[in-house]
């Protein structure tokens, strides 16, 4: 499969775990990805790729930032790592896709942790698309330190200091 359209396909996967360990319902609407009425959650995931690099971040949008007005907010920044590459993927189905993941891990950091990272503009073109964005970078190696930890299906929360775990109905492996 391309990378690109495996991307704008394993959100959705990522996004459904996300709410279903967390216990907070997917947002149907536009806005941030999980909402419920006491809390709004912005999910960001990236890949991990053994032996290929070891820099972590998550982009994100600079209109994302104003998500968090109005209701307690935080930032679910995950990462996940798949059984095979992603030029060896098939399939475009979102089970499947799902079975081919081996482990996340989902860090909870409170909202305004992200306004330190530098909003930067992005522009640039191919023969298919154009795009001119406004974003940032979070950089995994300034997560704050770690509060609480949880086993869940498939993978890890944890809770970052200034995070309250007692926000979510976290969905624990036993």
Same mark, same amino acid.
């Given at each position: 499969?391309?990378?690109?359209?495996?991307?704008?396909?394993?959100?959705?996967?990522? %996004?459904?775990?996300?709410?279903? $360990?967390?216990?907070?319902?997917?947002?149907?609407?536009?806005?941030?990805?999980?909402?419920?009425?006491?809390?709004?959650?912005?999910?960001?995931?990236?890949?991990?790729?053994?032996?290929?690099?070891?820099?972590?971040?998550?982009?994100?949008?600079?209109?994302?930032?104003?998500?968090?007005?109005?209701?307690? +907010? &935080?930032?679910?920044?995950?990462?996940? +790592?798949?059984?095979?590459?992603?030029?060896?993927?098939?399939?475009?189905?979102?089970?499947?896709? %799902?079975?081919?993941?081996?482990?996340?891990?989902?860090?909870?950091?409170?909202?305004?942790?992200?306004?330190?990272?530098?909003?930067?503009?992005?522009?640039?073109?191919?023969?298919?698309?154009?795009?001119?964005?406004?974003? +940032?970078?979070?950089?995994?190696?300034?997560?704050?330190? %770690?509060?609480?930890?949880?086993?869940?299906?498939?993978?890890? $929360?944890?809770?970052?200091?200034?995070?309250?775990?007692?926000?979510?109905?976290?969905?624990?492996? &036993?």
């Amino acid at each position: 499969m391309l990378a690109r359209k495996f991307n704008s396909i394993m959100h959705f996967v990522n %996004e459904n775990w996300a709410s279903e $360990v967390l216990g907070i319902p997917i947002n149907p609407h536009k806005g941030p990805d999980l909402i419920n009425d006491n809390m709004v959650v912005e999910v960001k995931f990236t890949i991990i790729r053994p032996r290929k690099y070891n820099y972590i971040s998550w982009r994100v949008l600079d209109y994302q930032l104003e998500y968090g007005n109005g209701k307690t +907010a &935080y930032w679910a920044l995950g990462t996940y +790592a798949m059984d095979r590459m992603i030029s060896e993927i098939g399939t475009p189905d979102l089970e499947g896709l %799902e079975k081919m993941v081996t482990h996340r891990v989902l860090t909870i950091v409170q909202w305004d942790w992200m306004r330190q990272f530098k909003i930067y503009r992005e522009t640039g073109e191919t023969p298919i698309s154009k795009w001119d964005n406004s974003l +940032a970078f979070a950089k995994q190696s300034l997560l704050p330190p %770690e509060k609480k930890r949880y086993k869940v299906p498939k993978g890890e $929360v944890i809770f970052t200091e200034g995070t309250n775990p007692e926000d979510f109905r976290i969905k624990q492996a &036993y």
